[in-house]
């Protein structure tokens, strides 16, 4: 969608109020050119503005959606499609964790984690449920090479053969996903049993 588009949009005061359409309103007040840090990071409305983010991110974006097949999970306005997947961590080391097969005993979710947001990714490392990556070059490398093979590994999962240069630009794109609203949010003292 372009700018233009979110703008007319947010003119049509008749369409009921939908999460999407909060969205499309709230990228057009960003296409303003009004600060609004809360959506600097809106890759709907970042795709059409060459002078928001790096060309090198831009190019991370495109990869992130095709190439790199992130948004197969990491969907959405909150880059998660809030479901499991397993992607093998903790099957290389002999410290498998059951994951969301302990809570639902599905077979089919043996070793699966919820796909995680990646808002304000740049500045919440380690990574993964075990906090194996500290930087996310590691977990790009990590993708590239297809996750770690297993029983249960979720399909969607393959080797992407992104060059150096393309893993480069992915990194890029991740670090603009940041924005205020992080500065509040504490560690948790305890977690779900
Ligand atoms: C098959 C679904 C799927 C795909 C495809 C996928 N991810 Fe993920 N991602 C997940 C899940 C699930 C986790 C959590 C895994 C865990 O902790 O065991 C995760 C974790 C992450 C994390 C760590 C988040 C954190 O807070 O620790 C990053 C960063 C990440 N993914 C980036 C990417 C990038 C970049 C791509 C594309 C190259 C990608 N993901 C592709 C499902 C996916």
Redesign the pocket.
């Known amino acids: 969608m372009d700018s233009n588009a979110c703008g007319a949009q947010c003119r049509n005061m008749r369409k009921p109020v939908t999460l999407n359409l909060l969205i499309e309103s709230a990228t057009a007040f960003n296409a303003s050119g009004r600060a609004n840090p809360f959506l600097q990071d809106n890759p709907i409305c970042l795709a059409g503005k060459s002078k928001v983010i790096s060309p090198a991110a831009q190019n991370g974006l495109v990869?992130?959606r095709e190439k790199?097949?992130?948004?197969?999970?990491?969907s959405g306005f909150n880059?998660?499609?809030e479901?499991?997947?397993?992607?093998?961590?903790?099957w290389d080391d002999n410290r498998v964790?059951l994951?969301r097969y302990m809570v639902t005993g599905n077979a089919e979710e043996i070793?699966?984690?919820?796909?995680?947001?990646?808002r304000g990714?740049s500045r919440?490392?380690?990574?993964?449920?075990?906090?194996r990556?500290k930087t996310?070059e590691e977990?790009?490398n990590f993708?590239?090479k297809g996750?770690i093979k297993n029983p249960h590994q979720?399909n969607?999962?393959i080797p992407?053969e992104?060059t150096d240069q393309e893993k480069h630009d992915?990194?890029e794109?991740?670090r603009t996903l940041k924005g205020e609203g992080w500065q509040q949010v504490k560690a948790p003292t305890s977690f779900p049993k």
């Open positions: 990869l992130f790199a097949r992130c948004t197969k999970c990491h880059f998660t499609d479901k499991f997947h397993n992607l093998g961590i903790g964790d994951g070793g699966a984690f919820k796909t995680p947001t990646l990714i919440s490392a380690p990574y993964m449920h075990d906090g990556f996310l977990v790009v993708y590239n996750g979720d969607l999962i992407l992104l992915l990194v794109f991740l």
